[in-house]
Nanobody, 124 residues
Framework: QVQLVESGGGLVQAGGSLRLSCAASGRTFSTYTDVMGWFRQAPGKQREFVAA????????YYADSVKGRFTISRDYAKNTVSLQMNSLRSEDTAVYYC???????????????WGQGTQVTVSS
């Protein structure tokens, strides 16, 4: 069983930055096939993909809406995945979820384990 714990959410003004972290535990991850992703869900909207990375760092995926502003990274030795969010906009306001998958990429249904979520609020 994989446990995921997010941290780092909060309130920030538009144009500001936040860094989210996700601590993963429960089993040894494959550096190539196991993928960690970030998703977000705003009130009244469906959960949407934000970014994903495999543990070797060789595969990266970003939603078009965050390309150039968000950066996903991982520390395999510490089993942590981070999401650096810069130039935040009001439309980035959402609950952000960390997720783990054996072989997924950008689809929420490809992910088997989810964290509890952390709120990010961007004020304009």
């Amino acid at each position: 069983q994989v446990q995921l714990v997010e941290s780092g959410g909060g309130l920030v003004q538009a144009g500001g930055s936040l860094r989210l972290s996700c601590a993963a535990s429960g089993r040894t991850f494959s550096t190539y096939t196991d993928v960690m992703g970030w998703f977000r869900q705003a009130p009244g909207k469906q959960r949407e993909f934000v970014a994903a990375i495999n543990w070797s760092g060789g595969r990266l995926y970003y939603a078009d809406s965050v390309k150039g502003r968000f950066t996903i990274s991982r520390d395999y030795a510490k089993n942590t995945v981070s999401l650096q969010m810069n130039s935040l906009r009001s439309e980035d306001t959402a609950v952000y979820y960390c997720a783990a998958s054996r072989r997924g990429s950008t689809g929420a249904n490809e992910y088997d384990y989810w964290g509890q979520g952390t709120q990010v609020t961007v004020s304009s």
